[in-house]
Structure formats: structure tokens, C-alpha cells
């Protein structure tokens, strides 16, 4: 989310009239955008924005700029911190660079990559209890559909090939909206769209996916076989006191609902180490379920407590430390056991790859399950959709020869 907030503000500040300048050392204008979503990305913030106070110092005509999470509703007590920044931006709300009628940020593409980003909704409704976002983010908000349709037609007339929509809860697309259109409807309205390859989404959350949608996944050509579906913990515990809404049964039916609606689906997952409550028997379950349901990935990141949560809160933080990176190293030496395995199933089969650059002489790009496919070829593959056999794989990567091309 952040990275495509980004890439629009740059957008729009280039529209304005500013280029970048490389190095905050030698900007005029700095615009931070923050994310508060772990305790290390705020520390991060906070050093970041010490550094520029020291910056200006020396520089006082330098004007900076704060938006993303990290600035709230209540920005006096954030004016009275860091009294040195000119300008606090909440997340989403369009900041005026100068004088000009400066577009919406809804309006705005941004620069299209070939892969490119477009948020649909901001903000979460659903107060998972280790959450920092819908108290930062604010309740869901929708873009309207038309305006998204816009935005993805122009992306693909500067050359996107692929949209990835985004939001914190792409199920919950639409509800707010006359109508009531939901992420099918978008789906269906974007797979029209003449030159554009690839739609993907991201992320769901088990509480809130349709049938329509995996039915959607199933029908709808340009919408790829992937997705990530957050569970976040193996027990109906640890889910129960993390207030996510489902519990593993309820989950299994939906991985078991896509598999077989959608076949050769990739799901990867997030999973959460050390949440307070969880002991050796309940990591253990986790494993397991991991083990037994088998992921395409799993992102995984150890329980730290974000002040104004729930959990912060109520509950103690009583995993230790080294407990908790312990069992993050389990979680990963796992996966890429299971990611190995899966991968080398894939050697001798055609991919295809929607091909996004080069590196070290190699071009890359990405199957339509997401994984990352390099191969040789002398040709410029740059946006096209290369069907590539693969020769090697490793648990992250697959490495093949062109062998036909479209
Ligand atoms: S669904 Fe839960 S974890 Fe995800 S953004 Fe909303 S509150 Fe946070």
C-alpha cells in the first residue's frame, strides 16, 4: 500500500512541477511516508525524522512533509514532537503542492510499471486485537468503481500489462458504494480491458471471501490463479484471541473451496509468532496446519505489542523474546522445505511469465501463480508474456529457456 502511495505522490509532485533530487542532502522538498504498522518500521520513522530535524538545521529553507500512518487525526501533539516538519498529511488525503488545482490523489495514476499498483479501498473495519491499522488507516473507505476503471485504462495505455489491486481488505470492496459493487463486479469490468494481461489482489481476509469471488478467480481469464489468505495462527485459540473472526475449520473450507473452483491455485499466507497465550503446544499446532496445508509462501513475523491495541492492552506479552525468533526460524526453515518440494514439482512444465526487466544478463518476471521465473534469451522480452520450460528450481525462484513465444 505504502509503495504505491508513493509512487502517486511522486506522480503528483511531478505533475507540480518537482523532480526528484535523489537525496533527501539535496532536496527542497521532503516528503516522508511513513508506515506504523510493526513497532520497527515506527522506530524507523522516528530516526528518519531526526535525521532530517538535523538536516535542517543546516538547511532551513528545506520544507518537510509527513503523511502515512504515522500521522493521525490529532497532529498538535505530533506538531509539538517534531516542530522542525511543515506539513502533516493523514494517509490517503492528498497533500497541495502549490497554488495550481491540484488533482484529487484518487484521480491520480500513477507512473505505470509493467506490473502496477491500484489501492481500491483504505482503511479496515475489523479491529483484529494485535492491529494498529483501522485505528491509524481509519474504517474502510472505498474508490468509486468507474474512477478505478479509469485509472487501471490509463495505466495500460503507459504501458502497465498487469494491475495489482490493493487494500487492506479487498473483500470488503464496495460495500460502502451506491450499488453495492463488490470486488467480482470490479474483476469483471477490468478482464474487458483491452491490452491489459493480468489482474491480481491483494489481500483477502478469511472471514469476509465469497464463493462469487473464487467463482470469479475460475471464469475470468486475466485474473490469476493466486492470492495471499491471511491466517495468521494454527490454533482456534490463538484465533479467537487475536478476534479475526473465523476459526481453522471455517479456514480449511475455503482453501479446499479454492482448490478445487480454481485449479492449480497458489495461496500464500501470513502467519504471527508468539502472540501472547501461545505456548510450546499451540506453536506446535501451528506447524502442523502449516505441514498439513502445504502454502505456495508464508510470511511470517513475531508478535510485538502496538500501544492502543486491544492485545496491548489486555493481554501479556509472554512469550520471550528469543522464544519467538526461535519459532520464526521454524516457521521459515518449513516453508522453504514445503516451497522447495513445490517448486521442483514445477521442473520439465511451461510457465508462463510476464516478463518485467533484466538482471546480471537474465530476464525476469513472474509466473501467473507469482513466482519469480529468470531465463536467457537475446531478444527484447521487456512486457511480454515469454512461455518459459523450466529447468531449475530453487524454494524461492525457478530458472528455464524460452520455449515459444506469443
Ligand atoms: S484485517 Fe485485521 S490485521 Fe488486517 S488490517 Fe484489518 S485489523 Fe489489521
Not at 532536496?27 to 531526526?50: I, M
Not at 473483500?171 to 480491458?193: A, F, K, T, V
Not at 475470468?220 to 484465533?239: F, H, M, R, T, Y
Amino acid at each position: 500500500m505504502n509503495r504505491a502511495e508513493s509512487e502517486r505522490l511522486s506522480a503528483m509532485m511531478e505533475k507540480c512541477g518537482f523532480s526528484p533530487a535523489g537525496t533527501p542532502e539535496k532536496a527542497d522538498f521532503v516528503l516522508l511516508n511513513s508506515c506504523v504498522v510493526r513497532a520497527s518500521a515506527e522506530n524507523r520513522v522516528v530516526n528518519k525524522l531526526a535525521y532530517l530535524g538535523h538536516l535542517k538545521k543546516s538547511d532551513p529553507e528545506k520544507v518537510i512533509a509527513l503523511t502515512g500512518c504515522f500521522v493521525s487525526d490529532d497532529t498538535a501533539s505530533l506538531k509539538k514532537r517534531f516542530p522542525f516538519v511543515n506539513y502533516f498529511f493523514p494517509a490517503g488525503h492528498a497533500p497541495r503542492f502549490d497554488e495550481a488545482p491540484a488533482p484529487e490523489t484518487g484521480c491520480l495514476p500513477a507512473r505505470a510499471g509493467i506490473s502496477s499498483f491500484i489501492p481500491i479501498i483504505q482503511g479496515c473495519n475489523n479491529f483484529c486485537s494485535y492491529c494498529i491499522v483501522p485505528y491509524r488507516r481509519g474504517r474502510e473507505v472505498s474508490r468509486p468503481l468507474a474512477e478505478i476503471v479509469t485509472e487501471a485504462k490509463t495505466l495500460v495505455e503507459r504501458g502497465a500489462r498487469e494491475i495489482i489491486l490493493l487494500g487492506q481488505n479487498v473483500d470488503s470492496y464496495g460495500h460502502d458504494l451506491d450499488g453495492i459493487p463488490d470486488l467480482s463486479r470490479l474483476l469483471e469490468e477490468l478482464n474487458r480491458l483491452d491490452g491489459l494481461e493480468r489482474i491480481r489482489f491483494l489481500t483477502n481476509h478469511p472471514k469476509d471471501m465469497s464463493s462469487r469471488l473464487i467463482r470469479s478467480m475460475a471464469s475470468l481469464e486475466k485474473v490469476c490463479e493466486q492470492l495471499n489468505l491471511p491466517v495468521q495462527a494454527g490454533s482456534d485459540k490463538i484465533l479467537a484471541a487475536m478476534g479475526r473472526g473465523y476459526n481453522l475449520a471455517r479456514f480449511m473450507e475455503l482453501v479446499s473451496e479454492l482448490r478445487t473452483t480454481v485449479p492449480g491455485v497458489a495461496i500464500t499466507t501470513d502467519i504471527i509468532v508468539g502472540f501472547p497465550g501461545e505456548d510450546e503446544a499451540l506453536f506446535e499446532k501451528t506447524l502442523k496446519f502449516l505441514e498439513n496445508t502445504r502454502f505456495d509462501a508464508v510470511h511470517v513475523a513475531m508478535y510485538s505489542p502496538r500501544p492502543g491495541t486491544r492485545a496491548a492492552r489486555e493481554l501479556a506479552d509472554d512469550v520471550p523474546a528469543a522464544e519467538k525468533s526461535g519459532r520464526l526460524k521454524m516457521v521459515e526453515a518449513l516453508q522453504a522445505r514445503i516451497a522447495m518440494e513445490a517448486s521442483q514439482n514445477l521442473v520439465g512444465s511451461r510457465v508462463e511469465v510476464l516478463v518485467e526487466g533484466r538482471k546480471k544478463g537474465k530476464w525476469y518476471g513472474r509466473s501467473r501463480s507469482d513466482k519469480p521465473v529468470f531465463f536467457e534469451h537475446n531478444e527484447n522480452w521487456l512486457g511480454k508474456l515469454a512461455s518459459v520450460k523450466i529447468e531449475h528450481a530453487s524454494s524461492w525462484s525457478l530458472v528455464g529457456s524460452i520455449d515459444n513465444e506469443y
